[in-house]
């Protein structure tokens, strides 16, 4: 399978814990994208990366958020001290900008669904 | 600033008719456009997408949309909906220099046999 990989695809942690998710995306694929969606919305965009670079954070992404891709290939979002509210379909999708694809297409992985008690 | 707007949140047709998902844009500079669709549980797969040119765009699975520049609409539409259509679907813009694509909050397409 070629495609956008996520981990875990569901977690369920207790309020005040740690998680942490984990996105592959497609191969060489040099940019990377996180976005969350709760029920009834579209992916709201958290952050993205360029490489192992971090180019652009949302303002949604507050202190307990951050997301890393040390190598340039695949990427981690880590939430600490979870809350209620951060119940949500946390997506990653990668895209390849270059001179064959300078749309920046994204193509989406299966998303992981948080549940925080 | 960018943002979308789909106006309707459930569009319901019968199979074997047309379809039409509508979808108005707001964007600095000239727009790349995008159309997805979501199954339940599932991620967003790409159907097509609006860089300049033809105004009418070809996709996946049959689907079409239409680029309107005068109107800021991009709506996606096929001329013979099938039961495995339903499903919700997400237009999405982004600004020719910008990294981050802004998403509409979707439309339910339910096609009835």
């Known amino acids: 399978d070629t495609g956008v990989s996520q981990n875990p695809r569901h977690k369920i942690t207790k309020r005040g814990q740690n998680v942490t998710f984990r996105c592959d995306p497609i191969?060489?694929?040099?940019?990377l994208y996180w976005y969350r969606q709760t029920l009834g919305q579209g992916p709201e965009f958290l952050t993205y990366f360029q490489n192992e670079a971090q180019l652009e954070k949302s303002r949604l992404l507050s202190d307990r958020f951050s997301a890393e891709r040390p190598k340039g290939s695949f990427s981690t979002l880590e939430i600490q001290r979870t809350e209620q509210g951060d119940s949500a379909m946390y997506l990653c999708a990668s895209s390849s900008l270059s001179t064959s694809d300078f749309t920046d297409t994204q193509y989406f992985g299966p998303g992981t669904r948080l549940t925080v008690l | 600033a960018q943002s979308v707007a789909q106006p309707e949140d459930q569009v319901n047709v019968a199979e074997g008719n047309p379809l039409t998902v509508k979808c108005t844009y707001s964007v600095s500079g000239n727009p790349y456009l995008f159309w997805y669709v979501q199954y339940p549980n599932r991620g967003l797969q790409f159907l097509l997408k609006y860089i300049t040119g033809d105004n009418l765009v070809k996709g996946s699975y049959g689907f079409e949309a239409e680029f309107n520049k005068s109107q800021t609409s991009f709506h996606l539409k096929k001329p013979s909906a099938l039961v495995s259509d339903s499903a919700l679907y997400f237009c999405a813009v982004r600004n020719t220099n910008a990294g981050k694509s802004t998403f509409g909050d979707g439309t339910t397409l339910t096609v009835k046999p």
């Open positions: 191969s060489e694929h040099n940019r």
